[in-house]
């Protein structure tokens, strides 16, 4: 146990480091945890401009694409979230969608979609946002996710073990 705290410790400095030497691009919107939004501070470029759990639910519909691997999308997602992959991910899965369409992507923190959404930007999409904290922070927050029959759901696929320590919220599945 005290090797798994010793590593846990280590990245958090580590992170907390990143964070404190990068400039910032944007403010990143409020998140449930400080040292989860600091954490995303240093993972994410910031290259995709973030839209927070609150704003998503205020805005008007998006078109939701879940980066995610099959088994996690599995698990569960947003309502009405379209699966596009994030290593299987092809522009072509998004073609039917005209270019000026909102879009939010999320993964599960907002590392995966934030490169899928830079994929969509280079293609031409104009209003790309990417899910600050991503389905983790969706669930911390006390948002609903659903399976594939949209029945609400308590599971989230938390990615691996190391990753499923920012999930506050929910049961964590790791197959």
């Known amino acids: 146990m005290v090797p798994q705290l010793t590593c846990r410790l280590g990245l958090s400095l580590l992170l907390l480091g990143t964070a404190a030497c990068r400039g910032q691009a944007q403010q990143a919107p409020p998140t449930t945890s400080p040292l989860y939004s600091t954490m995303l501070q240093g993972l994410l470029k910031q290259s995709v401009p973030f839209v927070s759990v609150a704003q998503l639910r205020q805005q008007p519909p998006a078109v939701l694409l879940d980066t995610r691997a099959p088994a996690e999308f599995a698990v569960s997602h947003l309502r009405g979230a379209r699966w596009v992959g ?12 005209p270019k000026n369409t909102p879009i939010v992507v999320y993964c599960s923190v907002g590392y995966r979609s934030e490169k899928i959404g830079e994929q969509l930007q280079q293609a031409g999409y104009t209003h790309v946002r990417n899910l600050y904290g991503g389905l983790f922070e969706w669930v911390n927050e006390g948002q609903p996710a659903v ?20 999930l506050q919220r929910g049961q964590k599945v790791y197959e």
């Open 147 to 166: 399976t594939a029959g949209n029945a609400p759901t308590a599971r989230v696929h938390a990615f691996s073990r190391s990753w499923g320590i920012w």
């Open 86 to 97: 994030y290593e299987e991910f092809q522009l072509a899965r998004v073609q039917d969608l």
